[in-house]
């Protein structure tokens, strides 16, 4: 072929392979929240809510009013926290952030596993949410660099949405 289209054509091939694993997990909308310098993938459908200027949360039940109701979701919720360097002090790793965190989880949760997450160091750990009978959470705290990020699922037990979790 002319070396044009074989240009063409790796670049193709680039973009599909760096976008098909997202677009295989469904995950075709983008949070983009240029603020605290973060954007997550998830799937088409699910619902935004912003409740403050630290927390976004993606709701794969819209309408879902995860402020003021009563009930928990009946579906995966993910919960997003920018936490700037002043709200975490000194706290310069995810184990720390994850120690200040883990009260609110409670015990039950496995072992943090030390991973990275787009380059930056992270933290991840699941297991029950103690105030939410029926329901399981997967935490990942990552570090950057003005910035931790504390993202949580939550899910009933009876879903398995780690993969998921996972590829978003």
Known sequence: PPPRLTVALLVALMVFSITAPAL?????QTLEWPEVGFAID???GWGLEAPDEQTRVLLSEPGYDVVNSD???SS???IILALSSDITGMMSSPQDILTMFAGEFGAGLTTPE???V???PALRVSGPVPD???FNSEIVI???DNYAYLVAALTPTDQNFSDQFTAM
Do not use: E, H, S
């Open 118 to 120: 787009a380059g930056y």
């Open 42 to 44: 998830y799937p088409a």
């Open 24 to 28: 295989a997990q469904g995950l075709d």
């Open 114 to 116: 030390v991973t990275t």
């Open 142 to 144: 990552i570090t950057a």
């Open 76 to 78: 995966p919720t993910v």
């Open 71 to 73: 009930t928990p979701p």
């Open 132 to 134: 939410m009978v029926g």
